[in-house]
């Protein structure tokens, strides 16, 4: 599909069915039987990191505090790592807002790298101008697949934040 005509796409029930075509059956039942109405095609969409997430008893967690694009497939994991460290944090916290504070800080380098990741890496994919198309096609046909996994492997591996005592083992059972 042509980036024009992937824009355009407005989504039928028979296209998708047509786009997983081959995949387990109960895809397929599943897309049968979602109404055709139910069907919208919703455009990716980007914004800029935003670098406060909340105030007072007040944040906001994956999707609404750092959204990003597909291209690095962190979508669920980011939303996990949140929710573990939002618990940790507030868990360790002396007051709700503190805890807050915490994931935020905790959370901030990481995810912004995953954002702006995630957008180069996407920009590259959709590359309409024919000389960038070539070079970037040359680079996926020639580079090392140890380069071209690099992004990918950085994502993919998470060290949360030293929680304190709350993380370590408990003791061994006799």
């Not at 796409?9 to 139910?38: L, M, N, Q």
């Not at 990191?49 to 505090?65: K, P």
């Not at 597909?70 to 949140?82: P, R, V, Y």
Request: hydrophobic residues 40%; proline residues 7%; glycine residues 6%.
């Amino acid at each position: 599909m042509s980036p024009e005509s992937a824009r355009a796409w407005k989504g039928s029930r028979e296209d998708i069915a047509r786009a997983f075509g081959g995949w387990a059956e109960v895809v397929g039942e599943v897309i049968r039987a979602t109404p055709e109405d139910a069907v919208h095609a919703v455009p990716a969409q980007d914004r800029p990191f935003l670098e406060r997430w909340g105030e007072g008893s007040v944040t906001l967690l994956r999707d609404a505090a750092h959204p990003m694009l597909t291209a690095l497939a962190q979508g669920g994991s980011t939303a996990i790592e949140d929710a573990v460290v939002l618990a940790h944090s507030c868990a360790a916290a002396a007051d709700p807002a503190a805890g807050l504070r915490a994931y935020e800080e905790a959370r901030r380098a990481r995810t912004k790298w995953l954002v702006d990741n995630s957008y180069s890496l996407s920009k590259g994919e959709q590359e309409e101008r024919p000389l960038a198309m070539a070079l970037r096609n040359t680079l996926m046909r020639y580079a090392p697949t140890s380069l071209l996994m690099r992004p990918f492997e950085k994502a993919m591996t998470y060290t949360s934040p030293d929680f304190g005592a709350q993380s370590q083992a408990p003791p061994a059972r006799r």
